[in-house]
């Protein structure tokens, strides 16, 4: 499986808020080293969770999507459900960190 690349934002904050189900938003850029370290650790929690849509925005200045949810530091990962955010991980660096809150992302479901 080839790895997914961050892509520069295409929905609103408004069409996030309307996402219906499970979702993670990572906000990151491809070149960032925080963001390629946690790619593997990452990818080999959400490969146990099929029903969570993942969502992965090239955030920088001026994105607005990143900064409507406060970004600060790359990556961030933001879990949500319907719309409300449920839980987020700055810069994980630990397998059961990700796996924590993708148990908490499917339990509120």
Known sequence: MTEQLYVPETLTRAEVDELVGASVIE?????????????????????????????????????RLGRSFRVKLWPTL??????????????????SDIEEAFELLVREG
């Not at 906000?27 to 993942?54: E, M, S």
């Not at 933001?78 to 991980?89: A, K």
Request: positive net charge.
């Open 78 to 95: 933001v879990f949500m459900r319907d719309g409300q955010e449920i839980s987020r991980l700055v810069r994980p660096t630990k397998v």
């Open 27 to 63: 906000f990151g850029t491809n070149w960032c080293g925080h963001c390629n370290a946690a790619q593997p650790l990452i990818g080999k929690v959400i490969a146990d969770y099929p029903q969570v849509r993942r969502l992965k925005v090239e955030d920088g200045s001026g994105r």
